[in-house]
Structures are given as structure tokens and as C-alpha cells.
């Protein structure tokens, strides 16, 4: 008998960017790094309704061309249930419109301690600091 439940999850994040600050790099026009943090609600676009009306908090760091959006970055987030129960994230990837990469549960909090998983983001951007990411990821839910 397995003790872990494996399932594949789809879901959106929508993203309103919280704060921002940015040092020009100086090597060339547009090069910045930039350190954001960003809120945002949870919704499953396939299969069980499992992390709808969650928020989350993403930090990160990205490097870019500020004319193009266009760079790198990683970061973490932390998804909250109803409850007050949390999953932390790690992620990197690249910026901008079709900017995506690998994400990584690397813990969870109260009913989602020894969650784990992987799987990949694809990054839309909308206007300004809106945004949406859609989600795609294979889960082992520890069985209690």
C-alpha cells in the first residue's frame, strides 16, 4: 500500500505586482535587476478544485531588458490555503510573453507537511504589473 496519493494538478495564478525596485546594471540601456514581490489568487483551470481561492506571495529576483521584458529569474513562493496552512515553492525561469520554467514544492505547513512535488509554469503577461501564470504539476500528497 502506497503512502503518498500522486496526482496532476492544473491551476492559474493572477498576479498584481506589490513591490518593486530595480538597479540599473549600466552596461548596456534597459539592463536592470530587479528584486518584486507579488500577490496573487489561486484557481484550477483541470481536474480536482484543489487550490481555488488560495493566495499566494511570490519573491524573486529577475534580470532584464526592460524594453523587451525579456530575462531571468527565480524566486519562492508561498501558497495559503483557507485554513492558514502553507506550501512553499522555489522557481526560475524566463521573463516576459512565453517566459516559463521549473517549479518544486519544497515543503509544506499543519496538513501539507511532507508535500512534494514538480512541474512547469507558463508565464501571460497582461498590462503593467498584471499577470497570470498557468501551472502544470505532479504532486505526491502524503496519505494521513
Given amino acids: 500500500m502506497s503512502s ?9 495564478e493572477y498576479f498584481c505586482s506589490a513591490k518593486w525596485e530595480q538597479i540599473d546594471v549600466g552596461d548596456r540601456e534597459g539592463h ?3 528584486c518584486f514581490q507579488a500577490r496573487a489568487i489561486i484557481g484550477n483551470t483541470e481536474g480536482k478544485r484543489l487550490f481555488d ?3 499566494e506571495t511570490d ?5 532584464l531588458d526592460s524594453k523587451t521584458f525579456r530575462g531571468t529569474g527565480h524566486g519562492y513562493e508561498v501558497w495559503t490555503d483557507p485554513d492558514g496552512d502553507k506550501i512553499i515553492v522555489s522557481w526560475e525561469g524566463t521573463t516576459g510573453p512565453g ?12 496538513k501539507w507537511q511532507g508535500i512534494r512535488g514538480t512541474g512547469t509554469y507558463s508565464l501571460h503577461p497582461v498590462s503593467g504589473v498584471q499577470w497570470y501564470v498557468d501551472m502544470e504539476m505532479d504532486i505526491e500528497f502524503p496519505k494521513r
Fill in 4 to 12: 503518498v496519493e500522486l496526482r496532476k494538478v492544473k491551476f492559474r
Fill in 99 to 110: 517566459g516559463g520554467g521549473p517549479h518544486t514544492i519544497l515543503s509544506g505547513t499543519g
Fill in 32 to 34: 536592470i535587476v530587479g
Fill in 59 to 63: 519573491t524573486g529576483a529577475i534580470d
Fill in 53 to 55: 481561492g488560495w493566495t
